[in-house]
């Protein structure tokens, strides 16, 4: 686990199970720690319309209400890779935008609602 974020799919959930403790479950979220190295981790509870997500907490107060926005961008950005050729077509936005959509990840991740 040497990423802050992940995408959760079907193989991240089984190492979930047999590699991390459940501690706590609170709102839309689970709180895990990982058997090995103590780290807390959360998941986001399963939901048909919403992209599910692992990240790791730095630290456990609040840990239910914590913005991992800029983290779930960066994952975007990560993910989609940027395109060089075109600029975010958000007004005044001077960033790239993402492979195959025409906004940059912050406006791609705010304003449309992509996830992944
Ligand atoms: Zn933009």
């Known amino acids: 686990m040497t990423d802050r974020i992940y995408y959760t799919d079907q193989k991240l959930l089984e190492l979930i199970k047999t590699e991390f403790d459940f501690?706590?479950?609170k709102g839309w979220f689970e709180l895990y720690q990982h058997k090995q190295d103590k780290t807390f981790w959360r998941l986001d509870k399963w939901d048909k319309y919403q992209t599910q997500f692992f990240v790791r907490l730095e630290t456990i107060d609040n840990w239910e209400s914590f913005d991992d926005s800029e983290?779930?961008?960066e994952l975007l950005k990560k993910t989609r890779g940027i395109d060089l050729t075109r600029k975010?077509?958000?007004n005044n936005c001077e960033n790239l935008s993402l492979r195959g959509v025409v906004y940059c990840e912050?406006?791609?991740y705010f304003e449309m609602g992509l996830r992944k």
């Open 23 to 25: 501690v706590d479950d």
């Open 71 to 73: 983290f779930r961008v």
């Open 88 to 90: 975010c077509i958000w």
């Open 106 to 108: 912050k406006h791609a």
